[in-house]
């Protein structure tokens, strides 16, 4: 079946840590996105992409890095400079063609934890 | 810069009812997408229905129903005939098209609980 993987499901990390949350998706889908949630703020774009080897900052890339080496990878690396990490993570991707017009397909998220 | 706003926090709606979540947006642009996302407690992020702003007809999709008021900018959702499994969040969501960025915009969202 097709859809996006996000993993891991649930990650720890020690302040001053640096960790990559990956995101896969097999729906061959020319864009991708990183979103972070927190309680009553909805959902924040962090960086996406629109081709291989090419992504823009989102509203909230301070702290993050990410690559896109391959159509369907977009792994997204926080950094210990990201001063309040803890968070919910949510990968989505979507068509570029206008003429499919589709929505952006998400992941199941990862959750987060500095401890 | 776009952005949207949801503001109910939170609403409630009796089984079998009619519920109304509202949603407006700000924007420049003439053509662009607006979006319902669900978000239930596993936290998968699930399209309600789509919205084409060049489009007049309201978009339904079953017991969803949406009322499009461009020249207000807002675009709320009604779910008729609430059932348990609506209870989730819902976030409105904006999408450029002239842009060329396709960022998604979201709203800080609306918990929706159904009461047996």
């Known amino acids: 079946d097709g859809g996006i993987t996000q993993s891991p499901k649930y990650l720890f990390r020690k302040e001053g840590q640096n960790v990559t949350l990956s995101c896969e998706q097999n729906l061959n889908h020319d864009a991708m996105y990183w979103y972070r949630q927190d309680p009553g703020q909805g959902l924040r774009l962090i960086y996406y992409?629109?081709?291989?080897?090419?992504?823009q900052k989102g509203d909230i890339a301070e702290g993050y890095s990410v690559s896109r080496e391959k159509k369907e990878s977009f792994p997204l690396t926080v950094t210990s400079a990201q001063k309040n990490p803890t968070a919910f993570y949510l990968c989505?991707?979507?068509?570029?063609?206008?003429?499919?017009?589709?929505?952006?397909?998400f992941g199941q998220g990862t959750r987060l934890t500095v401890v | 810069a776009q952005t949207v706003t949801q503001s109910q926090p939170e609403m409630s709606v009796q089984e079998a009812e009619t519920v109304t979540l509202s949603c407006t947006y700000d924007t420049s642009e003439s053509d662009y997408y607006l979006f319902w996302y669900k978000q239930p407690p596993s936290r998968q992020m699930i399209l309600v229905i789509r919205?084409?702003?060049?489009?007049?007809q309201n978009a339904t999709e079953n017991r969803f129903s949406v009322n499009f008021q461009k020249a207000a900018k807002s675009f709320s959702l009604k779910i008729s005939d609430s059932q348990l499994g609506d209870a989730a969040m819902y976030f409105c969501?904006?999408?450029?098209?002239?842009?060329?960025?396709?960022?998604?915009?979201f709203g800080t969202g609306t918990r929706l609980k159904v009461l047996a």
């Open positions: 969501a904006y999408r450029s098209v002239t842009s060329g960025t396709y960022k998604y915009i």
């Open positions: 992409s629109q081709i291989v080897n090419d992504f």
């Open positions: 989505a991707s979507r068509h570029r063609d206008r003429a499919r017009n589709t929505e952006a397909f």
């Open positions: 919205q084409e702003a060049y489009k007049q």
